[in-house]
């Protein structure tokens, strides 16, 4: 298994795949994405070194390993938090199932999960096993970039910029410190309902501009 370590996250440790190639969720339409995927940061950047795409077309191989999730529960042996996809998406079934018997056994871990695999209905039942655990936190994440979400439903929206949260959000302050976490762990948080990052990036500034300008 090949585990990143992000800077933004304080040393957090996280799993992922390559962005959209296991991102079924951020198909809006035949050859259309989604707003919120329209921009995304895991395909600008560092993201589109080799070396980076690497571990994440390696991991796509290694969770079907029979004794992946062995592997992984031994793995967060020392980790109190953990992240699942810093990019890409469990795109199978079976990918979910393992990290929710993962979740299950590593109850020293608190895990946060963004996914649109919400969307599709042989999941639904995974992640309500995933969200009744005590120590996860999955977060679907709408597709709207202008602040638009379904209460009840999403736990995670991109907002043009932080003047633009509503009532109900919880703001993603990263902006404030270099793009990094600072200690902040509101995304782990099962109590935070809804958090809103303002969007960042070149590519997603001009997504906005032209999704305000229809």
């Known amino acids: 298994m090949k585990i990143s370590v992000t800077s ?28 919120a995927c329209k921009g995304c940061y895991a395909t600008q950047g560092n ?14 191989e290694d969770w079907q390993r029979i004794t992946w999730a062995d592997d992984m529960v031994a793995e967060l042996n020392k980790d109190r938090f953990f992240r699942w996809f810093d990019s890409g998406d469990m795109y199978t079934l079976a990918l979910a199932e393992k990290i929710l018997d993962v979740m299950k056994r590593t109850p020293w871990v608190n895990h946060w999960l963004p996914t649109r695999m919400y969307k599709f209905p042989k999941f639904r039942q995974v992640l309500a096993e995933m969200q009744a655990l005590p120590n996860v936190s999955v977060r679907f ?22 003047a633009d949260i509503k009532r109900g959000m919880t703001l ?5 410190n270099e793009g990094k976490c600072n ?10 309902k809804v958090i809103a990052y303002p969007a960042h990036g070149k590519t997603m500034h001009k997504v906005i501009k032209i999704k305000l300008a229809a």
Request: with cysteine; net charge positive.
């Open 8 to 35: 933004k996250l304080d040393g957090i440790r996280s799993w992922s795949l390559q962005a959209l190639d296991t991102c079924p969720g951020s198909i809006a339409a035949p050859g259309e994405l989604v707003d």
């Open 47 to 60: 993201y589109r070194f080799e070396n980076v795409k690497a571990p994440r077309r390696h991991n796509k």
């Open 141 to 162: 994440s709408s597709d709207s970039i202008t602040g638009q979400y379904t209460k009840g439903l999403h736990g995670s929206v991109i907002v043009p910029t932080a």
């Open 172 to 176: 993603c302050r990263a902006y404030e």
């Open 183 to 192: 200690g902040c762990r509101a995304c782990y948080d099962k109590k935070v």
